[in-house]
């Protein structure tokens, strides 16, 4: 018994127009193929985007594709045949979607035309001599044979929308690519390539700069209005008006979860410099220099930049500057750069510097009395001191450790 179950579920399904008597093709056939104009004029009349449109190439596909779907069905009548061409009406959805319509046009069309036909058979159903029950195959069969028509439109419409799809991300990644690249594009350039992107070119603009892994997320919650793609393994985005009112609420609600640093806001013409100070920053990023997650403004860390833009510099700066420190113990060390750290953020204030670190101010003075002999009067420059600072800040006692 088990074994007979499987064997009738396993058969393959029939094809409702397989229980249409083959005796209802030649009878249907006069109602069916008159049916044709009928149609259209109600395509015409009840769906407003195809009042004015059947003189070009979709009026043309319409009727070629209603003439063709009632020869079809009357073939396909009483036997077990797949669809045998779904090209028509595949071809149906690709013009629609070129059209610049969704599908709800054409399914209303496809709704109405089954509806009309059936109209037609049912009003005549004296005449073509068919059994109650073969009217009821009948309709099944007409409705299920409509239904795969349409369903061949929505795939053409998907497989245009995927081409389109697919080009418009080439056209911006190739806006992107050549926003990224030096000099800036000129304004007639500029405007062809944004023109080919669907671009709007703004009076200002911003690059953020994130993983190239977390650049899909991070532009499907941002504004239609930015250009994104990936540019040498980086995700680039370009921000159109970042300073607007709540831009850069919505940059940063949308980083949930991730990290992109946000370069200046430029004039288009200047757009290389948000690029590279994006990019500069987001490999202090990659250092550990700025954080976990979130919105980095560049700008906020404009001395990280300019001490990490020349690193041989820097560590001879740390080098020279922080000399004194090499000749200490370790804990003299700690104590001298705790110290110093504290008096140079304080301006020079010692009672500043000593609520700082929790001593007294004479135990500051001291301190700095030795600090200032082991520095050799540096400390007592204006220009030194800065530097000494800047050596503090760019890598202290780990750099001067030698």
């Known amino acids: 018994m088990s074994d007979g179950v499987c064997a009738a579920s396993d058969a393959p399904r029939r094809h409702p127009w397989a229980d249409v008597p083959d ?59 797949a669809l045998p061409d779904t090209t028509v009406y595949f071809e149906l959805g690709r013009v629609e979607h070129r059209h610049g319509r969704t599908m709800d046009a054409l399914q209303s069309a496809y709704r109405i035309g089954s509806r009309v036909l059936w109209r037609r058979i049912a009003g005549t159903s004296g005449e073509h001599g068919l059994e109650a029950e073969s009217i009821f195959r009948l309709a099944e069969a007409l409705f299920a044979y409509i239904e795969q028509l349409a369903a061949a439109s929505v795939s053409g419409y998907a497989y245009e929308q995927s081409l389109a799809a697919g080009s418009r991300q080439a056209r911006q990644h190739a ?30 603009v911003a690059a953020l700069v994130t993983s190239e892994e977390s650049l899909p997320l991070v532009c499907r919650r941002l504004p239609p209005d930015v250009a994104g793609s990936v540019v040498d393994r980086l995700g680039v985005v370009f921000l159109p008006d970042p300073e607007g009112p709540g831009r850069l609420e ?149 750099l001067a450790e030698g």
């Open 175 to 204: 806006l992107v690519e050549r926003l990224c690249r030096t000099p800036a594009p000129d304004g007639a350039e500029l405007e062809a390539l944004a023109r080919e992107a669907g671009w709007s070119t703004p009076k200002t």
């Open 23 to 81: 005796t209802a093709r030649d009878r249907l056939r006069p109602v069916v193929l008159g049916t044709g104009d009928e149609i259209i004029a109600e395509v015409r009349a009840e769906v407003a985007e195809y009042a004015l449109s059947m003189n070009g190439e979709f009026g043309r596909r319409i009727r070629l594709g209603v003439s063709v779907a009632l020869d079809q069905f009357l073939d396909l009548l009483g036997t077990d045949a």
């Open 250 to 398: 919505v940059v940063a609600d949308a980083l949930r979860g991730t990290t992109a640093v946000l370069g200046p806001t430029v004039e288009p013409d200047q757009v290389p410099r948000t690029v590279t100070r994006a990019r500069a920053t987001w490999a202090l990023h990659l250092e550990g220099h700025l954080g976990d997650e979130g919105l980095v403004r560049s700008e906020d860390h404009m001395l990280a930049l300019l001490l990490h833009a020349d690193v041989t510099l820097t560590a001879d700066l740390v080098a020279q500057r922080l000399e004194p420190l090499r000749r200490m113990t370790s804990a003299a060390r700690d104590r001298a750069v705790t110290t110093l750290t504290a008096w140079l953020d304080a301006h020079g204030d010692v009672g500043e510097a000593a609520t700082r670190l929790h001593v007294h101010p004479q135990t500051v003075r001291y301190r700095l009395a030795r600090l200032k002999e082991a520095f050799a009067g540096v400390l007592d420059d204006p220009v030194g001191r800065l530097e000494v600072a800047l050596a503090l800040r760019a890598g202290g006692p780990a």
